[in-house]
């Protein structure tokens, strides 16, 4: 181990998009363990869209904001290095949410044993840790697709929106979706299997196109982004479609909060429904999903991409870069090596 | 019966408000019943917000528009002086879908043979017809109250929200709505047994008002009004809270769409359900729940009011009144005698 632990800390509040200011890489004394807690080393930090609105003051978000010179909040993959949890051996690699650091103690209740075994070591950050959850239970549970239906999912090309499109597939339903860059909408059809997709940068009349590529309307809306793409599927609902609000990335930013024409009339001529849920509200499910989500990554049913940074000192870069729709897949940072 | 009927026919579409231009009385023979048919001589005429829609060129609405001339879309409850169904006699007293005119043919499966023992014919058009079954399945199976719970309504003191308020109480919720006078808010309080209730064309925050009046925060929310009343909810609104939008009627009558702000990151944030309904949704549930209604009507649990204007040729003052909340409860047009 180092002398000492390095952290990313937030320096100031951002003003819409983050800058790079508004962190700063500290360095402080390598925590030991109290009782019931482990030590774990950060092999690779999770950056997600989240993370943004617990760098508000007010509190916007679901739970409460990162607090001035505090360690940002984010899931970490991880080598137990010390442990005072009778489940966790030294040398035993967890997930749990440790922070944007190198070093950090957390209650091992709280942290998840990987087995490696099972698929690398990254994907408990991925696809088999919390946006393959997000994917599964925000399109299975909350929208109850039904084979041959149209699931249109808008940031398709990111780490949940290209899991929810597979698994539609799956599913027996058509998916289509809506990504920021050619590069995006040929993987996501030609690596990922999706019916059809668009670029949003390059489109002008998105109701246009989603009617396009939806020539039987749309049944399932996975929302990531909001905004004008999520206005631009209302008018191709069909009666009694299913939406489900997982992100709204193109608000999360703004300096003004956006105004955008009155949708809720819309709910009644089509008969919709609207749920918002985060991947905690099925936590008892969590397991049960994990492992039917390990059998189709193993079974080649889903793929998944990941766009690594490497050092911890980049985390700022590889969020913001995130944000503006940089990754590809899932977007981590490599902060130290597996072994 | 009158050598002729009168009818009143959609003379130009409305831009905005109705005004009485938009609508003609015309003379027409009394059509004669074909087989199946019976013909109705109208008593009471219902005018209710959907019909706005109806009245549109483009199909905004659940249903075709009106045609230019055509005679406007309409419930009515009436007499039978002709019958050629066999579950139908001359003399029954009959509720159907008959349009704002004086005499009618539908076929006889379309309507409903109304129990005279039960309640006063014109509740076959009000509590005891669409208006209270759209309460009924629109508070207890899209919202799902329980006991306990705060229930807010917009359009508290109308047709439906005076329904939905006393149908919470039953339920054991806490009852608080908006209207759009001290006379209505005094009575949805007094009359109906609200626990609160204010005024909004007499308030500036909408928002800290609703505070004050649900200090646990509102679970269930009635929507029969949308636009700045609507928005003022969500900062209220409690994890796991239920929306259901019934009507809109702040926005049908805007001659341009209404921007306002994006409500939908707080459906993440608070795990908001919405979803929109029409009472034909429940169909096959309607003799049940009318039974209910009717049990709580004859049992003192439910109250109603009857806002009732004379004479078809008064029904396009009687509707564009309603739109702009001049009614208290249901408003209906008496076109004849009921004997």
Redesign the interface.
């Known amino acids: 181990m180092p002398a000492l632990n390095r952290q990313i800390v937030l320096a100031s509040r951002p003003d819409g998009y983050p800058i790079e200011s508004n962190f700063e890489l500290v360095e402080n004394p390598i925590p030991d363990p109290a009782e019931g807690e482990i030590l774990v080393r950060t092999i690779y930090l999770s950056v997600d869209p989240y993370m943004r609105g617990r760098m508000n003051a007010s509190q ?3 739970a409460p904001p990162v607090g001035n010179r505090e360690v940002i909040t984010g899931g970490v993959v991880g080598e137990i290095v010390k442990s005072k949890h009778d489940q966790f051996q030294v040398g035993d690699i967890a997930q749990c949410q440790l922070g944007w650091q190198a070093y950090g103690t957390v209650a091992g209740e709280t942290a998840r044993k990987i087995d490696l075994d099972q698929a690398p070591i990254s994907t408990s950050l991925g696809i088999l840790g919390m946006p393959g959850l997000t994917a599964y239970f925000g399109l299975l549970d909350v929208c109850e697709p039904q084979a041959g239906e149209t699931v249109f999912i808008s940031g398709a090309a990111g780490a949940v929106g290209s899991l929810v499109g597979q698994i539609a597939k799956i599913k027996g339903c058509r998916a289509v979706g809506s990504a920021g860059t050619d590069q995006k909408v040929e993987h996501v059809v030609s690596d990922l299997g999706f019916d059809a997709a668009y670029n949003y940068k390059a489109t002008s009349d998105y109701v246009a196109k989603i009617a396009e590529l939806c020539s039987e309307g749309v049944d399932v809306y996975f ?1 990531n982004v ?2 004008k793409q ?1 206005d631009s599927v209302f008018p191709n609902f069909n009666i009694g479609a299913r939406i489900s ?4 990335i193109s ?1 999360y930013n703004r300096k003004q ?6 949708l ?15 991947v905690f ?1 099925f936590v008892d499910r969590h397991p049960q999903a994990l492992a039917e989500m390990t059998k189709w990554l193993n079974t080649g049913k889903l793929q998944y991409r990941e766009t690594i940074t490497n050092g911890l000192e980049n985390a700022p870069t590889a969020f913001i870069s995130m944000l503006k729709g940089g990754n590809l897949g899932k977007q981590l940072v490599k902060v130290s090596d597996e072994i």
């Open positions: 916007k978000s679901y929302d909001g905004g999520t609000i997982c992100g709204q608000q909060p956006e105004l955008g024409p009155r809720f009339f819309n709910f009644i001529t089509k008969r919709l429904r609207m749920r918002g849920f985060l509200d």
